[in-house]
């Protein structure tokens, strides 16, 4: 069975690594990274079904990282979920004008992250 790839993009190393642990068993491969620039090289090295990705990190944003993913025609068909501790509705406005698919907020659990990865889900609630 080929596992479906996701990158996961946090600067915290927990939250990198959290998502793999809840995956392990649900045919999901999880690749870390933790900049916003090591995503963007990561995505240019290999393909990925999915990337989750956090909104607040040092340097480049997630909303930026996101911003430049949706405008590359080589990545532009990702899905793009928001890995995010801000779940005020101000926050998701503006998280989904930068091209995110879908929200997940922080604290995660194995049933959100399944639902925010699939293509066809709408933003699962918090």
């Given at each position: 069975m080929n596992k479906r790839r996701v990158l996961v993009v946090d600067d915290h190393?927990?939250?990198?690594?959290?998502?793999?642990?809840?995956?392990?068993?649900?045919?999901?491969?999880?690749?870390?990274?933790?900049?916003?620039?090591?995503?963007?090289?990561?995505?240019?090295?290999?393909?990925?079904?999915?990337?989750?990705?956090?909104?607040?990190?040092?340097?480049?944003?997630?909303?930026?990282?996101?911003?430049?993913?949706?405008?590359?025609?080589?990545?532009?068909?990702l899905r793009v979920v928001a890995y995010t501790a801000h779940a005020l509705d101000e926050t998701r406005n503006s998280i989904l004008q930068a091209g995110f698919d879908a929200i997940l907020v922080k604290p995660i659990n194995r049933r959100n992250l399944l639902a925010a990865l699939e293509p066809d889900s709408a933003t699962p609630a918090p």
């Open positions: 190393p927990v939250n990198r690594r959290l998502p793999g642990m809840l995956l392990r068993d649900s045919g999901w491969h999880c690749v870390e990274a933790d900049s916003g620039q090591a995503a963007l090289d990561a995505l240019r090295e290999s393909p990925f079904d999915c990337v989750l990705l956090d909104i607040s990190m040092p340097v480049m944003s997630g909303n930026e990282v996101c911003r430049i993913i949706k405008s590359s025609a080589n990545l532009k068909h």
